[in-house]
């Protein structure tokens, strides 16, 4: 790593974030307003990639924050240090939105040691190395030297004036504290520049000293420390669950109840000021309304009621909240995913997947006003697009070899539909009834006599595999098409339509103005008749579910961030200009270009829902 020289001291800001009480408040001349955290999550790795090619483009990143505009977000996350060109798009468009930033919060990963003890020295000396790496390249001082896994470049865009907070770290594993501590029963104090440690565990107390270390050296370096903070998440939380418990094997191996890391044990020795030379420290969870199963199984959480009934969601964060207080509370991830399987089922159907888009869009809004609702300082949604690389245990087996997992879509799986932008490709294949797009698709098997089945075609994309399955009975045979993995079957053009795995592999039935035709499940209209949506056979008198379609825009894919959001009358939507508010309109379509012939993979937008106005941050 080279260094470029910097400047031993810097002026106080004009403005600037900090962490204050139980907030965050953004500081312009010296006065100050309090700050509700609504952001989203970015990750590393588009389709096709791991996170640790880092083959996000400069115009995807200007596109990406354009369309986080859009959703009125005034705050983002990367989970690493990412190449130049990401710094540089956000200092272009905060630079062109001066009144308006879209504040930064960045995290410096790390593995966990090799033998699970945080205290080991090469592994500390490695991860404050990345500390110093982070906070000279946040502040456009640092060539950094092409690593495996690390980004690199020059870094010469100084984005810290747009810096809302550090995140050290990442979710640490109960079987790593539980070593850790062990092997330091003694050590319970620690004390530095900027942080100290009273009656901690020797995790808290190593937690203590990054926190100092990453603040001392960004004071010191550059004048003045961004608030900070570590990851955490609800299996570490300070609270005693008394409906978890883990039987058997190694002790506490799998207990999400076993270990706690308490962000109120370390303490901040001075004030978020500039003369203090640090703006501040807060807390920060992980919080998903599904996992771990003690937050739906406590009876305690399921009294608690939000504005739309009982929600066992909101009844932990004001639980979590309250061994909280005195510090912000930043969700630095929440949301819930639309793949087509569902890993845990929640008692308000805040479901770990089965959703449609606009469900969980409305699912998102839900917990965002959850999070103001109780006191937290803010939120971070998960996430900006799919990642397909990643993998739920829900359909591990099936996603093997691992390295070929960013290269296709699984719908089934929950970790990979967590997106707002999806990057579906653009299907040549409709579930229609017709077989005209397969001309030119050679057949896969063929049995001229065959007395059920004389030919089968196959073609597939990123997402599907299609068939089409010809037989001596009904002409022309009725296109189909079914999963990469069993029950995966669904209409090309309608990637979240289903609402559950209860409706997989469902005929559909074509309606046409609202009235289906009259013909039986599993068959189509006749040829010539309009056809309507498609929409899934419902069970029993469960009411039909309009299936949305995706469409391309003609013309567009040379142009430059998102089209005009519509709602479904086709009337354009202004966003309302106030930076406090959001732009709140029902069941929003939003339709993106399709990705051009040389460039797959490019992102798509399906239905969601926008966050809404929220009501004014109270700190009482």
């Known amino acids: ?22 907030r965050f408040e953004v500081v312009v001349n010296g006065a100050a307003r309090p700050m509700f955290i609504r952001g989203i999550n970015l990750g590393a790795a588009p389709p096709g990639h791991f996170p640790g090619e880092f083959a996000i483009t400069r115009s995807d990143y200007r596109r990406w924050l354009a369309f986080a505009r859009t959703i ?7 989970y690493a240090l990412h190449p130049p060109e990401f710094y540089q798009a956000l200092k272009d468009d905060n630079d062109a939105h001066p009144s308006d930033p879209i504040w930064l919060f960045q995290e410096v990963w790390t593995e966990l040691p090799a033998k699970n003890d945080f205290w080991d020295p090469g592994f500390g000396k490695e991860f404050e ?40 770290g990442r979710e640490w594993e109960p ?59 609800p299996t570490l939380d300070p609270m005693r669950h008394p409906t978890e418990a883990e039987r058997g094997g190694k002790p506490a191996e799998h207990d999400e109840d076993a270990y706690s890391v308490n962000p109120s044990q370390v303490r901040l020795l001075k004030g978020p000021w500039p003369l203090s030379k640090t703006l501040g420290y807060f807390s920060n969870y992980h919080v998903y309304p599904y996992y771990p199963d003690f937050m739906n199984l406590d009876p305690g959480y399921a009294h608690y009621r939000d504005k739309h009934g009982a929600c066992n969601y909101a009844g932990y964060l004001a639980d979590l909240k309250a061994h909280t207080k005195g ?7 929440f949301g819930v995913p639309t793949s087509r399987g569902v890993a845990h089922l929640q008692p308000q159907g805040l479901n770990h997947g089965g959703m449609s888009e606009e469900e969980q869009g409305k699912a998102d809004v839900r917990l965002l006003e959850d999070l103001q609702a109780t006191g937290c300082a803010g939120g971070l949604l998960f996430s900006l697009f799919d990642e397909w690389f990643k993998v739920n245990w829900l359909v591990a087996r099936g996603e093997e070899p691992r390295e070929r997992d960013p290269l296709w879509h699984n719908l089934l799986d929950p970790e990979e539909n967590y997106g707002l932008l999806g990057f579906d490709p653009p299907s040549t294949v409709r579930v229609d009834g017709s077989t005209q797009d397969w001309s030119g698709v050679a057949p896969y098997a063929s049995a001229p006599d065959g007395a059920l089945l004389r030919s089968l075609y196959v073609t597939s994309d990123q997402n599907r595999l299609h068939l089409v399955a010809g037989s001596g009975i009904h002409a022309p045979p009725r296109s189909r098409e079914s999963g990469r993995r069993a029950g995966q079957g669904q209409a090309p053009h309608a990637r979240r339509a289903f609402r559950g795995p209860r409706d997989e592999l469902l005929p559909l039935v074509a309606r046409d103005g609202g009235r289906a035709h009259g013909a039986p499940h599993g068959s189509v209209p006749p040829r010539g008749e309009r056809r309507g949506a498609l929409h899934s ?41 106030r930076g406090s508010e959001l732009c709140l309109r029902s069941a929003l379509r939003v339709v993106r270009e399709r990705p051009p012939p040389h460039d797959r993979g490019r992102d798509s937008v ?7 106005p929220l009501e004014p941050f109270r700190t009482g």
């Open 327 to 333: 510090l912000p509370l930043l969700i630095g991830e």
């Open 1 to 22: 790593m080279l260094l470029v020289p910097a400047l031993a001291g810097a002026k106080d800001p004009a403005r600037y974030v900090r962490a204050r009480g139980d």
């Open 129 to 168: 190395a990345e500390i110093r790496s982070a906070v000279d390249a946040i502040h456009g001082k640092a060539v950094l030297a092409p690593r495996p896994g690390h980004a690199a470049g020059r870094y010469t865009a100084d984005v810290s004036p747009y810096l809302a907070g550090w995140l050290l």
């Open 537 to 577: 056979a419902p069970h029993r008198d469960e009411p039909r579910a309009r299936v949305p379609e995706r469409r391309g825009v003609p013309g567009a894919a040379s142009r430059l961030g998102p089209p005009p959001v519509r709602s479904r009358a086709g009337a354009e939507l202004r966003p309302s200009g």
């Open 606 to 612: 399906g239905a969601f829902e926008c966050w809404g």
């Open 175 to 233: 079987y790593a504290v539980r070593v850790t501590q062990e092997a330091h029963p003694a050590m319970t104090k620690f004390q530095g520049s900027y942080f100290a440690v009273d009656g901690g565990t020797a995790m808290e107390c190593w937690l203590g000293r990054e926190l100092d270390f990453a603040a001392s050296y960004e004071a010191k370096r550059y004048g003045m420390a961004h608030a900070v903070s570590f990851v955490n998440w």
């Open 72 to 78: 009125r977000a005034n705050a983002i996350r990367v």
